[in-house]
């Protein structure tokens, strides 16, 4: 029999975790989810837009009542739980409705405080927190009541303000201190925000404490401290939550100011798991919704019994959804003696930024009027990423970054058919359609449903706007993203589990890591399989089924399923002979197309895959091996004629080119690897935007990083300048080393650069003598296993001899 | 027309992989998975025709080498959100030979799709 699950609260955190559970393990519980509210469950956070008029009920529901039925969830829709029977196992609802569990989940939120004060009891005076609240508010609009009281000017009591005039309301707000929203903004960016909203109409009463609500039989008026009296038909008290805990309580939970939970969601009793608002985690409780989601995640994850992740607290950040203010806050935006502030002041463009730095690093932030750029913040903020190379621009914004390329403006301001994906020609307004209506919540789903930034990935930020501005303030994204869906672990958990339990092989890493399908996808395999044989080359086996066809038969794949077959050419330079033999190979296999690559090579395309090992076999016998045009390894090093030849040269770039392909040839990296040697700063052979380029100058050579051409083109960083060919050697090697160690898979060395940031790479390369030569003597000792011609290995039918035969040939 | 076909053993095809039968209805990519499960396609993928056969093996799936479709080898199937299907072929192992029907090709997940370990 299938073990029953009682999950008492039908919001947004408990729904998420069942539907997490639904995921991962469907058949494993009989499900049964009581809700006060008479409703399917929905998104809470939009009842700001529909109390604006902006969305109906219809569009903010997650799963309406059929759903339920569908996964053969029981619901009891408006039926509150007043009784937890611990030792029977047993909840029991007013309605006199009873539901056994063998696990119970809590997920009942919190509860609007209402100010202690005379008159709060009375009609008219109400919270805001679900449909029943945002009703109340739409009818007493309708029936033409006029005046509107918001007690508190935090994030709700500014949403529900705003709202109330919208439907026809002249609305005031009371606010005790004078700093609007004083738990997400600094004085600052509040009073340009009060200003803002002030001149749409609404009118503030700052510094006041509320003394009574006045009425007989409904709401008439509110009285303050200092006597002045306003009148009012609606008072909306948004003056702070309360945990819901008294049923909880009720049932000797141990409970603080929220139920106490530990890093499983697991409540004092190990039947009782708890999520949401209502939990108080490491002497936290959580008001926003993306917290809830990662523990959504965990919680769903033990309830499975897979027994892995843990929740360990989360950073926030916040939105106002007012449409047409742009507002954004996160961490800590108020910082203190230790701290610095960047700050950007436009008045006249109505811009205010600030971020508040530590030891270089951003502890939080809080931005008004352009918020395009909150997300990159809120990034930066939570992977603690050292901004020292870019602190003098960090506040002009991502888009002003080297790697430019993401759109400066809205992209809510870009209309329905401008394409946000190049590669799948996704537009904007397909993605808000996919997201409006099957409900997406993350960059994975809409990628998964539209395609959008499935490809190159460019967009992604682009994507994430378009669902923070269609959702509202969604930040699913946990601190760093797991792998892919096989594992909840990040590229570079893995990684270091792979080094440090000395784990050789694909096997032992899905055991280990607890992974969630028998044998990963195609998106783990290879990255797990880079890792291994880069992490321990001489012991790890390299495991061809989980390679990209390319790799596997060591040519690229065509529109048509045939090859081509690109020979290395070292540094460019080719012969009469193996010119010859080019020709003689085109002629004899009848090769369709010759061409010359723009890696300075020759490319014979549309070769029939069981011609390959032919094909390799002559090349070899000219002296030619693969040229790697097909791999995440080094490439091609591209280099111009220099001072053999020509007038300008000032060193021998093509000769330095030869080496270096030589001494790299065969390495596999996280990414391609390019390089390019140019004979003086003309730069002929566009060194500066390789991964690593050489520019050869009078008194040496100029060393340079992390750039590439491709989709987003990046310019190198310059590393330093070097005097002899063999100190270029040993910088080339000791860098290609330190990013096959640390580069994530296909993540190439430019973007990883602006990751790790130059002055780190700096630090490892330039500045300390001893790790460089290290990494270097690594480089070299993996080479000795990488140096093998697979084209050779497979000519000669030793090796993979079944990969370029068919199986059977039927008449 | 409906007759098994003997295309060859069972080790012949590397585990999470697959081999090539050619056929007078086309290329036929057998597959095998980890636990030893065969199945067949046509080895064209629904998308743009790339051959299925040189795709990367995971579970009961593969995904195509062109534009990274997923496929159910069992049925065919696209994995949502792509939507179309791979001919499939019935394919079964007596003992570590693998039998293959060629005749009776179908498109639907009605019949058997013949998978024995
Ligand atoms: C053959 C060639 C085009 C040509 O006819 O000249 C080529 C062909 C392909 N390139 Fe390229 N690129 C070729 C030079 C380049 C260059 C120029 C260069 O190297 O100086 C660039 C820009 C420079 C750079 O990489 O920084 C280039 C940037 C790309 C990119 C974008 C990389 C990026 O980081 O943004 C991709 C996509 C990828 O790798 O994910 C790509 C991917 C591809 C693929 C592998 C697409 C694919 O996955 O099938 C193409 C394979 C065709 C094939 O079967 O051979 N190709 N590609 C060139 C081979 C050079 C060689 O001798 O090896
Ligand atoms: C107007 C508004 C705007 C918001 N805007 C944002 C925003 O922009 N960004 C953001 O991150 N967050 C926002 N929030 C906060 C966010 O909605 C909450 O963090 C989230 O809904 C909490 O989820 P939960 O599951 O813990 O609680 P809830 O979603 O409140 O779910 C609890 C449910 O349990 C039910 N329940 C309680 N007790 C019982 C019982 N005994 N028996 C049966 N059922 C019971 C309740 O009726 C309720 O339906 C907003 C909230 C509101 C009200
Ligand atoms: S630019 Fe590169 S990837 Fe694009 S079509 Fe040309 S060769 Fe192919
Ligand atoms: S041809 Fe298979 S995914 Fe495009």
Redesign the pocket.
Known sequence: MKERLVL?????????TVEELLKIAPDKYAITV????PHG?Y??????PV?AGEKTVDQIMINDLPWYAEQGITLHAG????KIDRARRQVI?ADGTTATYDRLLL????VPFILPIPGNDLPGVIG???IAD?NTMLDTAQAGRKHAVVIGGG??GL??ANGLMKQGMECTVVHLGDVLMERQLDPFAADLLRTTLEERGLRFLMGMQTAAILGEDRVRAVRFKDGLEIPSDLVVMAAG?RP?I??AKQSGIHCERGIVVNDTLQTYDPRIYA????VQHRGQV?????P?WEQAKVCANHLAHYGIGRYLGSV?S????VTGIDLFSAGDFNGGPDTDEIVLRDPARGVYKKLVVKENRVQGAVMYGDTVDGAWYFQLLREGTDISDFRETVLFGHAHMADAGREGHSVMAMSDDAEICGCNGVCKGTIVKAISEKKLFTVDEVRAHTKASASCGSCTGLVEQILAATV????ATPKEKAMCKCTEHSHDVVRKAIREEHLISLREVFDLLNWKTPNGCHSCRPALNYYLISTWPAEAQDDYQSRFINERVHANIQKDGTYSVVPRMWGGLTTPDELRAIADVADKYQIPTVKVTGGQRIDLLGVKKEDLPKVWGDLNAAGMVSGHAYGKSLRTVKTCVGSEWCRFGTQDSTGLGVKLEKMTWGSWTPHKFKMAVSGCPRNCAEATIKDFGVVCVDSGYEVHIGGNGGIKIRGTDLLCKLTTEQDVMEYCGAFMQIYREEGRYLERTAPWIERVGLSYVKSRIVEDDEGRRALYARFLESQKYAQVDPWAERASGAVDAHEFKPLAVMA | MNDWHDVGCLDDIPPLGARVVRSAQGDIAVFRTADNDVFALRDRCPHKGGPLSQGIVHGQRVTCPLHGWVLELASGNAVAPDIGCAKRFPVKLIGDRVLLQVGAASAGGEEQHGAAA
């Open positions: 008492i609260g039908n919001g947004m955190a408990g729904m998420r009581f809700g006060s509210e469950n998104n809470r956070i939009m009842l700001s109390l039926s509150e739980v007043v609802a997920a009942t939120g919190s805001f927190r679900d945002v994030l709700l949403e529900a939550i819901n008294t049923l999520v949401g608002e209502c959580y008001g926003l919704v993306a809830l926030t916040t939105k106002l959804k509202g303030n969604f930040d």
